[in-house]
């Protein structure tokens, strides 16, 4: 998933150079105590391409209602395995997951991106045994971890079947011309748009993108796997443009992040061509982990070098929103 966002932004730069882009990861650091680690404070909703989509940590769901034919418990499980095989998943048998007491079965499917770096989809069917010809509900979990996992967030799927914290949803809801950042109102510049749920990318003033956690550990743990998707494309080619994409500067520096001092890690990519009269670009990449005003962020701000910079931050517009160099 962090992976697909890296090449999008390569590949934004190419393609559009009147646009200057710019990528968000995620990260943490912090030390205040937070309170606003409950599933309705942590859980993010928007919708991408006509769908709802949640996020809450390392999680994104999504899901839809499907019909099957026949008594539910005779055929589903066959239903799903034909689903599973048909899509390519790597473990097409229908499991039970004991933490959660509602009926249901999953399968997964899981690709391994590097060592210690894994991307992991896992399908839910919920059914009624009460009603057993009405539609399932399908929910697909999506998640990267250092292993192989099936875990999901229980806490989570439960809400968003639910529907218990819908008003909470609609202050949380992403992907307006205004949200609401841990407490803050942001209202967006015309030239921003949400890339994805959590994301936004500004052409010439910055890119950030950020998730919140139930602890500050959960938070660490993926600014580190984040980071090290980075890695896969560390002298990557780019053949069409006769282009190379290199990790020139890794560096631990202090930062004002939302007024705090923070530590982040810095993480400088070189955008190179070879023999064209292309100007190389640098794209400069924050992780940062932290908790603010009661919540464990992980946020990851980016900008290419040559985006126009405020004078007082001499950082792009969108990102001095957020952090300032010390």
Request: proline fraction near 3%; aromatic fraction near 14%.
């Amino acid at each position: 998933m962090y992976l697909r966002f890296y090449i999008e932004q390569i590949n934004y730069y190419i393609y559009m150079k009147n646009f200057t882009f710019l990528f968000a990861l995620l990260s943490f650091i912090g030390t205040a105590t937070a309170q606003n680690t409950n599933i309705e404070s942590r859980l993010y909703y928007q919708k991408l391409d006509n769908v709802a989509t949640y996020g809450a940590g390392k999680y994104q769901l999504r899901y839809t209602d499907v019909e099957v034919d026949g008594v539910i418990t005779k055929n589903l499980p066959k239903f799903i395995r034909g689903f599973a095989h048909d899509k390519g998943f790597t473990d097409s048998i229908p499991k039970i997951n004991p933490k959660l007491n509602i009926s249901h079965y999953y399968v997964s499917t899981h690709e391994k991106v590097k060592d210690g770096l894994w991307n992991n989809n896992i399908c839910y069917f919920i059914y009624d045994k009460k009603q057993l010809q009405k539609p399932i509900r399908m929910v697909l979990l999506k998640s990267t971890t250092a292993a192989k996992s099936n875990a999901i967030d229980e806490e989570m799927l439960k809400a968003v079947m639910s529907g218990k914290y819908q008003k909470d949803l609609e202050k949380n809801a992403l992907g307006g011309k205004e949200f609401d950042f841990l407490g803050r109102k942001i209202t967006l510049d015309d030239e921003c748009f949400w890339g994805d749920l959590g994301l936004v990318r500004c052409p010439t003033k910055g890119e950030m993108n950020w998730s919140l956690y139930r602890t500050l550990a959960e938070a660490q743990e993926s600014v580190f796997l984040q980071a090290k998707s980075g890695e896969v494309l560390d002298a990557m080619e780019i053949p069409e443009k006769d282009a190379t994409f290199n990790r020139v500067g890794d560096r631990e520096i202090e930062l004002i992040f939302e007024g705090n001092p923070t530590k982040a890690r810095e993480i400088t990519y070189l955008l190179h061509y070879q023999k064209s009269q292309d100007i190389d670009k640098k794209l400069i990449v924050y992780y940062i982990a932290t908790t603010v005003r009661g919540y464990h962020i992980a946020c990851v701000l980016s900008y290419w070098d040559d985006s126009p910079k405020l004078p007082n931050t001499q950082l792009p517009a969108f990102i001095s929103e957020f952090m300032q160099l010390k």
